[in-house]
């Protein structure tokens, strides 16, 4: 029970970080022009501009990108920047 107790509790922590980690707002290109919106806002279509510092906003497919690296340590506990590539991977048949 007590290590059950200590999970849960560590867990909750890793969901408060998460949430900390958050933007107000992020900037996206919208109908051609690209414009300022508040995170809960973005939707289907958007293209969301990030820049050095930025906290990704959403669960995204990279459209073009030059040397990115993402941190991922709140969610998979990697010490170090990963790596990403927008050139999409073939799809297996």
Known sequence: AGIAA?????AGDALEALSKMT?????????????????????????VVLGTGDVVPADL?????????VSEMALTGEPDD????WKMKPKKE
Request: charged share 35%; net charge neutral; aromatic share 4%.
């Open 61 to 69: 497919r990279l459209v073009e990108s030059e040397d990115i690296k």
């Open 6 to 10: 200590w999970t849960e509790h560590k």
């Open 82 to 85: 990963v790596a990403k590539t």
């Open 23 to 47: 933007q107000a707002s992020i900037w996206v290109v919208r109908d051609g022009k690209e414009i300022k919106v508040e995170v809960p806002t973005i939707v289907r279509g958007d293209l």
